[in-house]
């Protein structure tokens, strides 16, 4: 299993920033997708989930703002952040469960007010 999470960078609070995962080594279409956080100090926090069959949830922090995606053709996860804040500055880690936890490597997403 590989996941290749890339977009990160550095915004003013307000922006928007589009996080790809590129995923590999497993069935991707049959298997519910996580978008998780690690901000500076804070625990890894579950940010947004999409199911095989599209179904979503979010953090209710995020709700409104954020809008996690998949194609099931390209192999890859989304993270669409929009009217981002600080307190949304951490480390983006796209997660795969099966049986055991699968991470990418993470991109960082840093929002300045």
């Known amino acids: 299993v590989q996941l290749q999470a890339s977009g990160g960078g550095l915004v003013q609070a307000g922006g928007s920033l589009r996080l790809s995962c590129a995923a590999s080594g497993f069935h991707f279409s049959i298997n519910t997708m996580d978008w998780y956080r690690q901000g500076p100090g804070k625990e890894r926090e579950l940010v947004a989930t999409?199911?095989?069959?599209?179904?979503?949830n979010y953090k209710d922090s995020v709700k409104g703002r954020f809008t996690i995606s998949r194609d099931n053709i390209k192999r890859n996860l989304y993270l669409q952040m929009n009217g981002l804040k600080p307190e949304d500055t951490a480390l983006y880690y796209c997660?795969?469960?099966?049986?055991?936890?699968?991470w990418g490597q993470g991109t960082q997403v840093t929002v300045s007010s």
């Open positions: 999409i199911s095989s069959g599209g179904t979503t």
């Open positions: 997660h795969l469960k099966r049986g055991i936890d699968f």
